[in-house]
């Protein structure tokens, strides 16, 4: 694998959507819905605590519509326009290929996130929190929304049809998200072995994020993470290449 070809590809794809409005777009939605449910729906100032809990609490349902409109093109435009057969006959692998654009649509929302920061300044104006949980907090925000963009690039790879893609990863990201709901729960509890329940539940971005937002990084929710995008990135390899076959 050559990390100078995935290198150009990320720069050329992550120049590219600041060469549109789709970039602008997503931050300014982005920010905007996050100042709304952290303040408002979040009750910030009634809680009268310095950290960024409320803020961090909606990521996953956040992510779970805005991810799904940015990963949408990736492949799907590729494939509709008829460019990814000009970019498989570049000297570049199809791994290569999958790899420069998800880090450059990963670059773009952990640059998204970034500008988040004068929330982080304005709780630490207002008191004293804890920032080495908020710091650590934004680390498992930008590992979830890698684990969504990873689905919606497979998914994308799958279809020509941008609207499919969304709908498809809006349902999919859900499942994922819902599997570590107590509703769900609940409902495996009440006749599967406890093996099951817990086995359903460690699939869940819930499980996983809460647990890093609390300020602790444990390897387990690193290696769901990291194991879940190198899987359907994989997926994503294998399905371009399907496609390129016929």
């Not at 654009?101 to 970034?114: D, G, M, P, R, V």
């Not at 994922?176 to 093996?195: E, K, N």
Request: proline letters at 4%.
């Amino acid at each position: 694998m050559r990390a100078n070809l995935i290198w150009v590809l990320f720069r050329r794809e992550l120049a590219s959507y600041f060469a549109t409005p789709i970039a602008y777009v997503f931050i300014i939605i982005f920010l905007f819905l996050s100042g709304i449910f952290t303040f408002y729906l979040g009750n910030f100032f009634a809680r009268e605590q310095a950290d960024l809990s409320p803020f961090f609490s909606f990521h996953p349902w956040l992510y779970l519509f805005l991810i799904p409109a940015l990963s949408m093109r990736l492949w799907a435009e590729e494939r509709k326009g008829g460019t990814i057969e000009l970019l498989l006959t570049l000297p570049i692998t199809i791994t290569e290929a999958v790899l420069g654009k998800f880090f450059a649509a990963w670059a773009f929302t952990a640059i998204a996130l970034f500008l988040t920061f004068p929330m982080w300044l304005s709780v630490n104006y207002l008191g004293n929190p804890d920032n080495a949980v908020i710091m650590v907090s934004y680390i498992g925000s930008l590992l979830m929304a890698g684990g969504f963009l990873a689905i919606g690039t497979s998914i994308s790879a799958l279809t020509k049809n941008q609207v499919i893609a969304f709908v498809i990863t809006v349902v999919v990201c859900l499942a994922f998200i819902l599997s570590g709901f107590p509703l769900v729960l609940d409902f495996f509890s009440g006749w599967a072995p406890q093996i099951i329940v817990e086995t359903i539940s460690s699939f869940s971005f819930l499980t996983h994020f809460n647990a890093i937002s609390k300020g602790v990084i444990d390897s387990r929710d690193l290696i769901y993470f990291f194991s879940l995008i190198a899987f359907w990135l994989f997926t994503t390899a294998l399905l371009i290449e399907m496609k390129k076959a016929d």
